[in-house]
């Protein structure tokens, strides 16, 4: 169905982005927005996202203006402000106010966002509501896992952060999204 009335705008260049502009594009046949802070080809090769590039995107105040800015240029019809990535999300926590008055933007409250972006609480809120879930394991930083405790699992395994944007400021050699070790000892 064609609906020129809607103007989505994504925040994040990703596959995340990608599927949402897909999703609108197939439900709407929509040409989406997406702002990013570097070229990411997800997004930047495609026939159905028009890509933005800002830097600063995750500053509240300056990517605030910029998408009052952009929202001044495109009156044509209804602005949904999407978040791609947790970073997102809680940086549209800060600059709601501000931009609701322009833009329709669905969010959970705070207090929902943290607890389901954090992998331990978003288990615990599974159990309490009876939805089962993976096995998992916590190990902290600090902590060096021991044998029986990782060999508990079937292997591969699926390893990755509980905290994923604190995660992503700590970049390193090798660093991944998610990893799958083959055993314990990997």
Partial sequence: ??????????????????????AFREAF???????????CGAT?????????IF????YVSLSAAELLSFADKHTEGELYLVPCADRYV???EYSKDILSPVYNI????????SLLSNKETFYSEMKIE?????????????????????????????L???????????SFPGMEKVYFPKDALE
């Fill in 1 to 22: 169905m064609k609906n020129d009335n809607i103007v989505p705008v994504l925040l994040g260049g990703d596959l995340n982005s990608y599927s949402t502009a897909l």
């Fill in 160 to 170: 990755k952060p509980s905290d994923g944007n604190e995660y992503w400021k700590h």
């Fill in 106 to 113: 669905h969010i959970p409250e705070y207090v929902h966002f």
């Fill in 90 to 92: 809680k940086m549209l």
């Fill in 29 to 39: 046949g929509v040409t989406s927005h997406a702002y990013a802070r570097y070229r």
């Fill in 44 to 52: 930047e090769n495609s026939r159905f996202i028009k890509t933005h």
């Fill in 130 to 158: 009876g939805i089962p879930y993976p096995e998992f394991i916590k190990i902290e930083k600090n902590d060096l896992p021991n044998t029986a405790m990782l060999s508990s699992f079937s292997y591969p395994a699926v």
């Fill in 55 to 58: 830097p600063e995107l995750e």
